[in-house]
């Protein structure tokens, strides 16, 4: 367990380049405005239309008060109630950003709220919490806080500690208690799920004294997890992507981490745990790019609790895993992010194995190739061990999947681990969130994806998905190979088969549709492209940090530059995106070939 405030030799030990930017930091912010009352994120997001997370108050200060908790503990700041303002600059921050978010009227974000809209409300009722994300984060939040600076908290602000168990337990532990058919249920969103139930655990062990109360949350909690690790396929794969991965399978690590420490529950025999963890290593192109399929960014923000997959790797005895987490996790030298949230980001300052591991320098997690047959996707390199070379990977999968594009058989191709032929990503959600018309944004369509648009686009809904899917991994080369026909309207494609094809010697890809002849329906192959694209004669050339040759024959190529305005796209494309369509000949056969340009290197 993460040890308070008063033992000194453990926060005293975090590293000085650590300690020094974290305190840093806190002084920065001690010299801004805190962010506004989150009630009036709640007007904001209903005028503006586009509540996003990183737009909202709420998550501004609940990343302000992380900071100024952290540098408490590690500065040791303290002073007596009676001592006058600026004895204690940390601390005193940290106690006003508690207070104000006890104060707040909701803790939920705007788009999840069910009573709000139906009722024409804009603003939440407080006497009708909701129990989502944002309510789970500001939990842990106050779990985390009581429980590291609980000794100091008693002397410079007696009775906030009281606060913050009373607004806990009005807000998030007596409605997940009685209201069971929320998201996080039993039947309900399975990214949730650790979520939610990640942080009633931290509040039911760190903030609940009555010990049967705290018996029954903990066992609800453990139903609840139970559910979520018996819908985890059993590759360890994550149809959302690796960004989805810290969300969801992470949680699920750390809850157990809690249920082992309080003497509850062991779980590292789960066979499940050991494919889990090797998720985010297979699915890394190199530096920080990953194979990223519906609304995953293709880039990791920095905050992610890399100390978690660190030590679930050396628990189950992975290296791969943990050379990748320590690599990836200390890039920049330090040991965690504020970013991470205040229970994750005390547990990698207070782990001593994550603490005092050497960076890892080699990239030797990278796989020759992986397959994971429940999700569907393929990911295969030129050479094992090394970003260097062409990689392919490919989905096959269904329109149904949690928080999908419509992509059923997109593909990626990416030249010494950087993207080049991608997937765009999400955008900014508009509201009301992630809903029933979100495949309106031209990110999540069809046609601005590696698919084929056979004079329509792909459909939305589980029902529409890749058939005989297949396969094939050897020295030589991998391939992967579906009929992609169930994706578009019933009755429009009898076969539309699609194989992706990496060949080791020498090295190129080639991507081979074959289909029933649509009688003179036009046929468009789109293909999103990361980098200065010159066109030719069949061919095109894309520069990025190399240059990616692509050719063709017998087809008629165009050129779309996509500016890129929404924000969250913008900071990992830059400006603009390229989309290449080559109009084919409805023949019933057509390849595409990608190799390294001559002359071409990293």
């Not at 192959?525 to 520069?543: D, Q």
Request: net charge negative; hydrophobic share 40%.
């Amino acid at each position: 367990m993460v040890p308070d405030v008063t033992e000194r030799a453990v926060w005293d030990a975090v590293d000085p380049a650590t300690r020094g930017a974290l305190v840093a930091r806190a002084d920065a912010e001690l010299t801004r405005e805190a962010p506004a009352p989150p009630v009036r994120t709640w007007t904001r997001a209903f005028r503006k239309n586009r509540p996003t997370a990183d737009e909202e108050a709420s998550v501004r200060l609940r990343e302000r008060v992380t900071l100024f908790v952290l540098a408490a503990v590690l500065t040791d700041d303290i002073a007596p109630a009676t001592a006058p303002p600026g004895a204690s600059p940390y601390l005193d921050a940290a106690v006003d950003g508690l207070a104000a978010l006890s104060e707040a009227t909701s803790w939920g974000l705007p788009p999840h709220t069910r009573r709000r809209a139906p009722r024409g409300e804009v603003l939440p009722d407080p006497d009708e919490p909701f129990v989502d994300l944002g309510a789970a984060e500001i939990t842990s939040l106050f779990a985390w806080a009581d429980h590291v600076l609980g000794p100091h908290l008693d002397i410079r602000a007696p009775g906030l500690r009281r606060r913050l168990r009373r607004e806990v337990n009005l807000r998030v532990l007596t409605p997940f208690e009685h209201t069971r058919d929320q998201r996080w249920g039993l039947d309900g969103d399975a990214r949730w799920n650790p979520w939610i139930h990640g942080a009633v655990l931290a509040a039911a062990l760190l903030l609940v004294e009555d010990q049967r109360r705290r018996e029954r949350l903990v066992t609800l909690v453990v139903q609840g997890l139970d559910h979520f690790t018996a819908t985890l396929p059993d590759d360890g794969g994550v149809e959302e992507g690796v960004a989805y991965w810290w969300h969801g399978p992470c949680r699920l690590l750390e809850a157990l981490d809690l249920l082992a420490e309080a003497g509850m529950r062991h779980d590292e025999h789960l066979p499940l745990l050991a494919e889990l963890i090797r998720f985010p290593h297979r699915m890394h192109l190199g530096g920080d790019w990953y194979v990223n399929a519906g609304d995953a960014p293709p880039r990791l923000p920095p905050g992610e609790p890399w100390h978690v997959l660190h030590r679930w790797g050396e628990r189950l005895g992975d290296e791969d895993v943990r050379a990748h987490a320590l690599c990836r996790g200390r890039e920049r030298s330090l040991i965690i992010r504020p970013e991470a949230g205040l229970g994750r980001a005390l547990a990698g300052l207070s782990d001593e194995g994550w603490r005092d591991a050497a960076p890892a320098t080699r990239d030797g997690w990278l796989p020759r190739e992986v397959w994971l047959p429940r999700v569907q996707i393929l990911v295969a390199r030129e050479m094992a061990g090394t970003p260097e070379g062409l990689t392919l990977a490919m989905k096959a999968g269904h329109n149904g999947e949690r928080h999908n594009h419509l992509d059923i058989g997109s593909y990626w191709v990416a030249l010494d681990g950087v993207p080049v032929v991608v997937d765009v990503g999400q955008p900014a959600y508009a509201a009301p969130g992630p809903g029933p018309d979100r495949h309106q944004e031209w990110p999540l369509r069809a046609e601005w994806h590696n698919v084929p648009e056979p004079g329509v686009e792909q459909q939305t809904g589980g029902h529409h998905y890749a058939r005989d899917v297949h396969a094939e991994t050897g020295v030589d080369q991998v391939e992967l190979r579906a009929d992609l026909a169930g994706a578009y309207p019933a009755g429009r494609l009898t076969r539309w088969r699609r194989s992706a094809r990496l060949v080791r010697d020498p090295a190129h890809i080639v991507v081979e549709e074959n289909w029933a002849p649509l009688r003179g329906i036009p046929v468009s192959l789109r293909h999103m492209l990361a980098g200065r694209v010159e066109l030719g004669e069949n061919w095109a050339l894309v520069h990025s940090e190399g240059t990616l040759r692509i050719s063709w024959r017998g087809a008629t190529a165009e050129l779309d530059h996509r500016m890129v305005d929404d924000p969250l796209l913008r900071r990992t494309w830059g400006e603009s995106l390229t989309r290449l369509t080559l109009r084919v000949p409805d023949t019933g056969a057509f390849s595409v070939r990608f190799e390294r340009a001559a002359g071409s290197y990293r």
